[in-house]
């Protein structure tokens, strides 16, 4: 897995419950090294230990941590950046929707070599939407409720999501989207760049 | 229009608004060069609100293919591609392309973000709104954005990797060339040596002899060649136990273990300058060295000395084996001159213990 996913996950790790819980994960995992690099890559079962490793320390269930996971990249302060290039994909919540099925595109034009889950979107009424998810781990469809739900508040649209089970490793996520000036939002202006 | 073939001189009629969805940085200007109807990024760009009825000329400049400032010399452009800007951002090159209008009722011109579009969005204030979602400007944006994320992650990985490797260097023990140890590894072991009271332990300090001509006729791979093979003569003539450094260019220390005296060392070091001796084969030729020590143990001084000690104490002795005719070891006797050249000149050796 690429080193970018596996840095996220000690990255959520070390900004929400402290260094310590890292290293107690890095520990029960069995690391050899103290930090993942985002430029490398590295094996699928090491992140794998550490996400099992992380639900032991923590207590938490597998889906529940996911989402947390997907929530954070959208909202911690440090990941700015990426919520930035979130927001490059629509003007409001449900052309952000209807761009999901780029996400991958777009995520390979940012790191050419970055394993993306293909994504499809399927609207079921006005107001409602599947969308269906396959990665090479299991569990996009908890991290993407996790990342859609905070995007929708980085929009300041109101909307519903549910996890809506897997089908042959593909997972479903519905979205009922209600009100989509819901409150103002965050702020997001184009030539921002800070290099 | 006349030469053009019927599916392309076909005329259709387009409302200001059309215009302004397909190319919300167009230009509509009349045969006079006045503007009829502005895109409304254009007009966002432009900052002067309504721009009806504004002569073209006041709003742009026209730069190339050549500078123009008349309508019909502007017409002449159309189909080319045109490089100009705001009169009232000079330093945000643009680009258009323009067409004429049937029956000389005037041109649009179209215009984008030249290559200055990241600070030209930023200085306009422009947002996702402001471009059709043809235009792949936003998508240069993006790619802006993200390659300058990830040229900060590559430029951390690339300064840890360094600070890794100097650190690593730092802590080497080992000499690359000769897999024996380094002098730092060397002066780390002589310490713990003197450290432990139970240890007797003889010391050897080696230098090459004629290495020098070696490198000098020969060259420095061959060099290389004569300094390996020390390494291997080192690791075959001694125990397990005991350990060997290069600690120079062409110099090495030995420690003995379990040494009873400088006869044992006499020993070794005899060995050691034989094989050495044995010529070295590189690329058809035979490198030809020996080799000086000097040698000490521990045994033979009264009070432990220290590593600084010990050391001149052995350097000394070599420095009297080279001048009693090399290839020979000297001994160093505390409390007196080293006088354990094997078959050298006595009359050489004082002044090298007095400037000691």
């Known amino acids: 897995m690429h080193g970018m996913v596996n840095r996220a996950l000690q990255g959520f790790l070390m900004t929400t419950y402290g260094d310590e819980v890292w290293a107690e994960v890095r520990s029960q995992a069995g690391l050899p090294f103290a930090d993942f690099e985002a430029m490398l890559d590295y094996p699928d079962p090491m992140t794998l230990a550490c996400f099992q490793a992380a639900c032991q320390v923590l207590h938490k269930p597998p889906n529940a941590l996911l989402e947390d996971v997907g929530t954070w990249l959208v909202t911690d302060e440090h990941l700015e950046p990426l ?31 970055l394993d993306m889950p293909v994504i499809e979107l399927d609207q079921i009424d006005a107001v409602s939407f599947r969308i269906r998810a396959r990665w090479t781990l299991p569990g996009i469809g908890p991290i993407l409720m996790g990342c859609l739900r905070a995007m929708a508040d980085d929009y300041g649209a109101l909307a519903f999501l549910r996890l809506g089970g897997v089908e042959n490793g593909v997972e479903c996520l519905d979205v009922r989207l209600l009100d989509t000036a819901f409150s103002e939002g965050r702020s997001f202006a184009l030539g921002r760049v800070i290099a | 229009m006349t030469g053009l073939p019927p599916s392309l001189s076909r005329v259709i009629g387009l409302s200001g608004g059309a215009l302004d969805v397909l190319m919300p940085m167009h230009l509509w200007a009349d045969p006079d060069g006045r ?7 254009l007009e966002k760009m432009a900052r002067r609100g309504d721009l009806t009825g504004l002569p073209i000329f006041r709003l742009l400049e026209f730069r190339r293919p050549s500078r123009v400032d008349g309508v019909q010399a502007l017409m002449a452009l159309a189909g080319q591609r045109i490089g100009l800007v705001l009169r009232s951002a000079p330093h945000l090159p643009l680009r258009g392309a323009l067409t004429t209008l049937p029956e ?17 969005v930023s200085e306009f204030g422009l947002t996702l709104n402001n471009f059709s979602p043809c235009d792949q400007t936003i998508e240069l944006l993006y790619l802006h954005e993200a390659n300058t994320s990830t040229m900060a992650l590559s430029r951390h990985l690339s300064k840890r990797l360094q600070a890794a490797r100097a650190a690593a260097e730092a802590q080497a023990l080992t000499d690359p060339l000769t897999g024996l140890a380094n002098r730092r590894a060397m002066d780390a072991e002589i310490a713990r040596c003197l450290d432990d009271p139970a240890e007797a332990f003889g010391l050897l300090h080696i230098d090459l002899d004629h290495f020098k001509q070696v490198n000098d006729t020969l060259g420095h791979a061959a060099g290389d060649a004569v300094l390996e093979r020390v390494g291997a003569v080192l690791r075959q003539q001694l125990r397990h136990a005991d350990l060997a450094g290069r600690v120079g260019g062409d110099e090495f220390l030995v420690i003995l273990r379990d040494c009873e005296g400088t006869a044992e060392l006499d020993r070794v070091a005899a060995r050691i300058i034989a094989a050495i001796e044995e010529p070295v084969p590189f690329k058809g030729q035979a490198c030809h060295v020996s080799a000086s020590v000097g040698l000490a143990a521990s045994v033979d001084y009264a009070v432990r000395p220290g590593p600084d000690r010990l050391l001149a104490d052995t350097d000394a002795a070599l420095y009297a084996a080279k001048r009693a005719g090399r290839g020979r070891a000297a001994r160093h006797v505390p409390g007196a001159l080293p006088d354990g050249c094997r078959a050298g000149d006595p009359k050489a050796l004082p002044p090298v213990v007095a400037g000691d």
């Open chain 1, 83 to 113: 919520r930035r290039l979130m927001r490059f994909s629509g003007t409001s919540f449900l052309d952000f929707l209807h761009s999901l099925e780029e996400l991958a595109d777009r995520g390979r034009l940012a790191v050419p070599d």
């Open chain 2, 35 to 41: 503007v009829v109807q502005a895109g409304p990024t």
């Open chain 2, 104 to 120: 000389g009722t005037g041109l649009i011109l179209d215009i984008s973000l030249g290559l200055s579009f990241a600070r030209a």
